[in-house]
């Protein structure tokens, strides 16, 4: 069963579409002008998926360097600030392992310098693998409309106590659903790609989408745990997910 409603999906839209014109669809790509307003590096001016095989790369082109603007770290996980670069789609949560039907299932790119929620992986290979939230990296997670962070807007979905939904085997740990996989963003210059498996028959047609917003980990660290609490760019103008994997 669909957890957000088509009311919601317009809050959430009207709440990201701020001074935005309407982007244009090119070859699956999905195009977005220029806006002198924004920070370069989270500046979209492109949202462009392709598919060779089983291997989906999601790619973001930005107007500046693409992750070179990353949080300021507030040494606390209560109210930590994640940045990031984000691919909505169409695919349903189950294709990587989630419970079906729980949202809207996202790639993510995400830099977070007081906490780490990639503990299978030493990411920066020092023998710690619990400092790496400061190096851009990657989830899939599901978001669902909560207005409990603010109306029309999105958190990571929780996970509520004593349920056990399905969930990916790289799952880290935390009451939300998110997964961790070893999958590192490749940042050059003014783009972002983060390459992942998937079977063509998954994504074929699928649709996507692209922003660049910032989430906050709720101050008494209980659920809604993560929200979405600034959008910087949408390369649609409405999240209306145009792009295409062909």
């Not at 995400?110 to 929620?117: A, C, G, I, R, S």
């Not at 989830?139 to 207005?147: E, Y």
């Not at 070893?182 to 783009?191: G, I, K, N, Q």
């Amino acid at each position: 069963m669909r957890l957000f409603t088509t009311t919601a999906v317009l809050l959430i839209t009207t709440q990201m579409a701020i001074a935005h014109g309407p982007a244009v669809e090119q070859a699956g790509a999905v195009i977005s002008p220029a806006d002198a307003a924004k920070t370069p590096g989270f500046d979209i001016l492109a949202a462009h998926v392709h598919r060779d095989g089983d291997a989906v790369s999601f790619h973001m082109t930005t107007s500046g360097p693409a992750g070179a603007d990353v949080p300021a770290a507030s040494g606390a996980l209560a109210g930590a600030a994640v940045w990031s670069y984000v691919w909505p789609t169409t695919l349903d949560p189950a294709a990587v392992g989630f419970e079906g039907g729980t949202g809207i299932l996202a790639l993510a790119a995400t830099n977070h310098p007081d906490f780490d929620d990639t503990p299978l992986y030493d990411e920066n290979s020092d023998g710690d693998v619990a400092n790496d939230g400061a190096l851009w990296h990657s989830h899939w997670v599901v978001l669902t409309p909560n207005d409990a962070c603010g109306t029309g807007m999105l958190s990571v979905r929780d996970i509520p106590e004593g349920t056990t939904p399905a969930l990916p085997a790289t799952w880290p740990g935390l009451p939300l659903f998110i997964d961790s996989p070893d999958v590192r963003p490749v940042l050059d210059d003014t783009e972002i790609t983060v390459t992942v498996t998937l079977p063509a028959s998954a994504t074929t047609g699928a649709g996507y989408d692209g922003v660049t917003a910032a989430l906050r980990v709720s101050e008494n660290v209980h659920a809604p745990l993560l929200c979405v609490t600034d959008v910087f760019d949408v390369a649609s103008g409405d999240l209306s997910l145009p792009g295409r994997i062909e």
